[in-house]
């Protein structure tokens, strides 16, 4: 007999050898039929698999996260089987999930082409409603090398495996693939599915070897939920970033500089409403703001590490003979800063701030519009303190991220931790107590959050924040990072109690991230319909004919005097072209006015995605406008 524990703290008492599945089936029907597969002591398994001695079990079904993919992966070994039974010299490569979906990397050398995609579909339908079991065979890396003799990919696949126990899978007929697991228990569990597209992709990302063909599909629990899933992607593609950049003149590129982007004017009026707000919330939070230079000898980054970690990804000038790299990340900057003088343990907590602008290079292939840039300003801060401040510091932090994402209209988060990675620095005794300091500071604040066991950087553990934008596509935003490793490389110290010098926590946070791929997300996120305190332009006046064009200035004066960013269309259009233009730039508030209004002091509103209009006084206007962006309203109607 065996103990089981469940998630919920019960425990049960099955025969040695009970399969997974067989436990979820005696919890109870249901659960049987939504499981996905289990989590036996934390390890993802199949149902398939028996439990032999006491352990901790949780059945996964499709409404985890662990779940869904699980379904996707499998669902991408349908797709190898359906491609390899359409194209029989198809060699398989690799076929991980990603998020929404998954892909398979495949060397053919004809081109799969848009137009084969349904009859591929069809194919893994068909494959589905065998509902056929996925059987796992297990063998040595020896056997398995031997299997597989003469197959380049797969027997690159075996060597990269860090388990000396090989496994491969088939689900009915002659399809076998590599692969380590899990996988649902048959094809028949997989719901809804598309094939999505094809791209090329060189094999390890490496442009030397061969360009090979990735197929994405995606696969949801159910036919609605496919649908709901392709709306949004419809949706996404109205509101790329990258074209209303250019429809509300915002932002461009320039091939002077791929990656390299330039702010226009509408544009800076976002970025420093943002960074207004960024400056009164740090202030609030006790940071002190700095500026450090962008380009910085080449010995200070042997010394911080970057050299040897990062170099591919830093950009390097050379100055009067003397090497000099432009600055991926701003820490060895502050901790010179740190340097200039003193420091006493009655000084900690220090949090210093920094708008630093960053280059880093990415590949030409991967850049995308504001969100994957060579150049972008971190919003930037590092918290030095000692061992007991932790906790404390993380909860600032923390209140502090979320104040600045609900600002911006962000509700749905979700928070990761991150723990001692196997190659890491630092005693066992601070990475016990950092990392216990980070679960007590989530659990303090009434957080859930995932761990990411051993996921964190070497020099310390992490959070990460991750915002749902309305298209419930993930972001991750901002991080918070323990570092056991800058201070010691810097000699940073400070004057502790009992007179001796110790070396300082340093702490790296960012909230926003990159400033430019934030705007990219807000944009996207509000489809260019900007809240009101971000608007670039918060009401455009519209005379309704010449006659009124003094009337519109005077009630352009007045609110500009009260700081309302505003203009007055003045053109010869008719009073409904000069609304549709108005429209199309999505501003918050059309200012109609006439004779009428004129008269009586009035501004007719139009208020953006308010069916009515509403006559009011200009200053009544003016009062209800500078509240809503004193509040950061997100609603506009009155
Ligand atoms: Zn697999
Ligand atoms: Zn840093």
Known sequence: MAKVTLPDGSTLEITDGTTAKQLAEQIGPGLARAAAA????????????????????????????????????????????????????????????????????????????????????????????????????????????NKLAGDKYKTDNINHADSDTISFYSHGGDFEDLCRGPHLHSTGKVGSLKVMSVAGAYWHGDPT????????????????????????????????????????????????????????????IIWNAIVDFWRSVHDKYGYQEIKTPVILNEELWHKSGHWDNYKENMY?????????????????????????????????????????????HEASGVMHGLFRVRQFTIDDAH????????????????????????????????????????????????????????????????????????DGAFYGPKIDFHVRDCLKRSWQLGTIQLDFSMPQRFGLVYTDKDNTEKTPVMIHRAVMGSIERFIGILIEHYGGNL?????????????????????????????????????????????????AKAYSEKLPFMLVVGPKEAQSNTVNVRIRGVKETKTVEIDKFIRIAKRKITDKDLDLAF
């Open 209 to 268: 070897q061969k360009m090979l063909q990735r197929v994405y599909g995606t696969a949801w629990p159910t036919k609605k939920e496919l649908d709901e899933h392709l709306q949004r992607l419809e949706e996404a593609k109205k509101r790329d970033h990258r074209l209303l950049g250019r429809q509300l003149d915002l932002f461009s590129f320039n091939e002077a500089g791929p990656g390299f982007a330039f702010i226009h004017s509408k544009g800076m």
């Open 383 to 454: 918290i030095f303190c000692i061992p007991q401040q932790i906790e404390s510091e993380i909860i600032g932090v923390i209140e502090l991220a979320f104040e600045v994402y609900r600002a911006f209209g962000f509700e749905d988060f979700h928070i990761e931790l991150s723990t001692k990675p196997i190659k890491h620095i630092g005693s066992d005794e601070i990475w016990d107590i950092s990392t216990k300091a980070l679960k007590d500071a989530l659990e303090h604040k009434r957080i859930e959050y995932k761990i990411n066991e051993g």
């Open 38 to 145: 289990a989590k036996v002591n934390g390890q993802l398994v199949d149902l398939s698999t028996p439990v032999t001695a006491d352990a901790t079990v949780q059945i996964i079904t499709l409404k985890d996260d662990e779940g869904l993919q699980i379904m996707r992966h499998s669902c991408a070994h349908i797709m190898a089987e359906a491609i390899c039974s359409i194209w029989p010299d198809t060699k398989l490569v690799y076929g991980p999930t990603i998020e929404n979906g998954f892909y398979y990397d495949i060397d053919l050398d004809e081109p799969i082409r848009p137009a084969d995609f349904p009859q591929i579909e069809e194919k893994m339908r068909e494959i589905i409603k065998t509902d056929k079991p996925f059987i796992r065979k297990e063998m040595s890396r020896a056997e398995a090398l």
């Open 531 to 579: 809240p009101l305190w971000l608007s670039p332009e918060q009401a455009k006046i519209l005379p309704i004919s010449e006659k009124s064009n003094d009337y519109a200035r005077i009630v352009q004066d007045k609110l500009k005097d009260m700081q309302l960013r505003c203009s007055v269309d003045l053109s010869n259009e008719k009073i409904n072209a000069k609304i």
């Open 316 to 360: 390097f000038t050379n100055v009067e003979g003397i090497g000099y790299a432009i600055k991926p990340m701003n820490c060895p900057g502050l901790c010179l800063v740190y340097k200039t003088r003193k420091h006493s343990y009655r000084e900690f907590p220090i949090r210093v701030a920094e708008l630093g602008v960053v280059h880093r």
